[in-house]
């Protein structure tokens, strides 16, 4: 019995043996496919970037986005300013043809004044002719159809009107119409005044257009027409 049990624990040994040999012969097996594969089988370590080349890029993208702010900032800057130049300029253009065209507006009311308070009744022609060049609208309407009875009271009261002083002064208006006020001070003679020359003082609210280059009185109104004083 013991020579049975011998027997039978050899071949466990053998056995294991063979195992342990066909073990060794696959890991070889294995270990030489593996080293059959090459270099590609191996992965590739990833890529490190350090810390310096990490800020230098920041830094670059930084600077670049820094260039567009500015870049950008400069073109809205010089939008504005050039915008700003350019409203001050049609302003001060405007203002200027504002105060130029008062001036002319408040010549041509200084000029129409005499016209319309200087007159003769023996020459009645020249003054209506004078009164109507000068006239437009409104007014140049109702001088003219007027104009027959007006003719025939100066006629008949044998008046003489001469102007001594005119003062004008432009009260509101732009560069197409204006209104002017109009003082005019006069020296009046007539049946009424027995032939003797009585100062009066006439004023008045001229509304001036322009039209075809020159200002024409387009309206008047006289709320203080002071009588000749005896």
């Given at each position: 019995m013991s020579e049975r049990t011998s027997n039978t624990a050899d071949?466990?040994?053998?056995?294991?043996?063979?195992?342990?040999?066909?073990?060794?012969?696959?890991?070889?097996?294995?270990?030489?496919?593996?080293?059959?594969?090459?270099?590609e089988s191996t992965p590739a370590p990833a890529e490190v970037k350090s810390p310096v080349a990490e800020r230098l890029t920041l830094l670059r993208a930084s600077a670049k986005r820094g260039r567009?702010?500015?870049?950008?900032?400069?073109a809205v800057l010089f939008a504005a300013v050039a915008a700003s130049s350019v409203f001050f300029y049609l302003q001060n253009k405007d203002n200027k043809a504002i105060v130029t065209a008062h001036e002319d507006a408040r010549r041509a009311a200084c000029q129409y004044a005499?016209?319309?308070?200087?007159?003769?009744?023996?020459?009645?022609?020249?003054?209506?002719?004078?009164?109507?060049?000068g006239a437009t609208g409104d007014w140049k309407k109702q001088f003219d159809s007027t104009s027959k009875e007006l003719r025939e009271v100066l006629t008949q009261g044998e008046v003489v009107s001469k102007v001594d002083d005119v003062q004008c002064a432009?009260?509101?208006?732009?560069?197409?119409?204006?209104?002017?006020?109009?003082?005019?001070?006069?020296?009046?003679?007539?049946?009424?005044?027995?032939?003797?020359?009585?100062?009066?003082?006439?004023?008045?609210v001229m509304r001036l257009e322009q039209v075809d280059g020159r200002w024409l009185v387009g309206k008047v109104n006289s709320p203080l027409a002071a009588p000749p004083r005896s």
């Open positions: 071949n466990e040994i053998d056995n294991a043996d063979v195992s342990e040999s066909e073990a060794t012969v696959s890991l070889g097996k294995d270990d030489d496919a593996a080293a059959d594969k090459g270099p567009i702010a500015y870049r950008c900032a400069a005499p016209v319309l308070a200087d007159y003769d009744a023996k020459n009645l022609d020249k003054y209506f002719a004078g009164v109507l060049d432009i009260k509101s208006g732009d560069t197409e119409s204006a209104e002017a006020i109009v003082v005019i001070g006069q020296t009046i003679t007539s049946m009424g005044t027995q032939g003797k020359p009585a100062p009066g003082q006439l004023s008045m």
